[in-house]
């Protein structure tokens, strides 16, 4: 019994100086305080405050919070902010880290200081983290280590993510809009079927006549609602799940998916230029960073957000490795707008390609913007229209034979 309890170790805060007398703090696992500051001392801290770490309230764990691009996004800037502020690369991490407020996130950002601290790059430390640090995030890190210009290539890369991230927002805020109305019109429809026209249909059955056939499909309609409803909610959830499921784990269905975007009416030329946008930003970045243009092209496809395009950059990356031209890869590709390849060509021949694509993402993004803008007052007539189609139809279906009743009398 004694061995397990010496052996118990606890999680201590504590406060001290480094060995530059610097102000330091962070958390240390031991089996005392006594222990734990023996530690600290042999890491060349001087501890003046160790304290037992309180356990968390009940439920604590619920909300560590997934870590999203939006945080990245912001760790991002603030990183670019401190460094930029003269704040040592370890210190900005411990402030940004401390500060956050999603837990996973404060987590992560110690995992990633730690390594720094034991000798790892920036680069290195990051690349531990795939699923939050792409490659085209390392990369351009490793590339303003290289350079000895990381506070500058912190900016791109904040720039960068901000971008794309707003990109994200607007194909999200043109797809959320009829989605929810559809949603709710097959809710909304459900329960009239379900609670409000049989209350009809007992109505109609005393008429002792026969019932016009639009009112007679959706009682017939209402019917199956009510003895199989098991079954209507079951296929809806089935789908949905096979649907999620799909894209989760199957290629081909995501590439069928991505395809299906960029020929979808009224959507699919939001989708286009979206890609078109984030291809030129990414390559814009990535060659301004001084990433060799073959390199940067692999890197690029990943970030396309769509295998057609992906496809056709990396067959432009093989292309442009037997000696032709971004322009020419480009134009034979047939996926990027005569001015998108103009503004190539001239950027070529100025020496100014990372600047030339800069100017094609911000006006993707305006094109983008303005799209999503006119999609939402286009949609609103449409939505409503379906709408009047669906819950009016079945209403007047169910006073339809109210006013057949009225003419006779």
Not at 354 to 383: C, H, Q, R, T
Request: with cysteine.
């Amino acid at each position: 019994m004694a061995e397990k309890a010496t052996s118990k170790q606890d999680t201590f805060l504590w406060e001290g100086t480094d060995k530059r007398g610097n102000r330091a703090k962070g958390e240390i696992r031991g089996v005392s305080p006594t222990l734990a500051k023996a530690e600290l001392r042999r890491q060349g801290i001087n501890p003046l405050k160790v304290r037992k770490k309180p356990k968390p309230l009940l439920g604590g764990a619920a909300r560590k919070k997934k870590i999203t691009a939006k945080d990245i996004s912001i760790f991002s800037r603030q990183m670019a902010t401190m460094m930029s502020s003269g704040v040592p690369l370890v210190q900005a991490f411990d402030i940004v880290g401390r500060g956050h407020e999603n837990p996973a996130m404060q987590e992560m950002l110690m995992k990633i200081k730690n390594d720094i601290e034991g000798g790892n790059s920036f680069a290195e430390a990051l690349s531990k983290f795939p699923n939050h640090f792409d490659g085209l995030y390392c990369n351009l890190v490793n590339s303003g280590e290289q350079a000895g210009i990381l506070e500058t290539m912190l900016h791109k890369i904040a720039i960068y993510k901000e971008k794309i991230e707003a990109i994200k927002g607007k194909i999200k805020k043109a797809l959320f809009y009829p989605t929810s109305v559809i949603v709710a019109a097959i809710i909304v429809t459900g329960i009239l079927l379900y609670f409000v026209v049989p209350q009809f249909a007992a109505l109609f059955q005393g008429f002792g006549a026969d019932l016009p056939a639009l009112t007679q499909l959706v009682i017939d309609m209402s019917n199956f609602m009510v003895e199989s409803w098991y079954i209507v909610v079951g296929a809806i959830v089935a789908v949905v799940y096979a649907f999620i499921n799909a894209k989760k784990k199957s290629q081909g269905f995501r590439d069928a998916l991505d395809r299906f975007a960029l020929k979808a009416p009224i959507f699919g030329d939001i989708f286009r230029k979206a890609t078109i946008a984030r291809f030129a930003r990414t390559l814009s970045t990535m060659f301004a960073a001084g990433v060799p243009l073959v390199e940067a092209m692999t890197t690029v496809a990943g970030a396309a957000g769509n295998v057609v395009y992906a496809n056709a950059i990396l067959r432009m990356r093989d292309e442009i490795s037997t000696g032709i031209s971004l322009q020419q890869a480009m134009r034979q590709s047939q996926l990027f707008p005569n001015m998108v390849v103009q503004l190539v060509a001239i950027g070529e021949e100025a020496g100014s390609i990372d600047a030339m694509l800069a100017k094609v993402a911000d006006f993707y993004e305006e094109e983008v913007d303005n799209a999503v803008d006119g999609l939402s007052s286009l949609m609103e007539p449409l939505i409503m229209a379906f709408l009047g189609v669906i819950i009016g139809g079945l209403v007047i279906a169910m006073y339809l034979p109210i006013f057949k009743m009225g003419e006779v009398v």
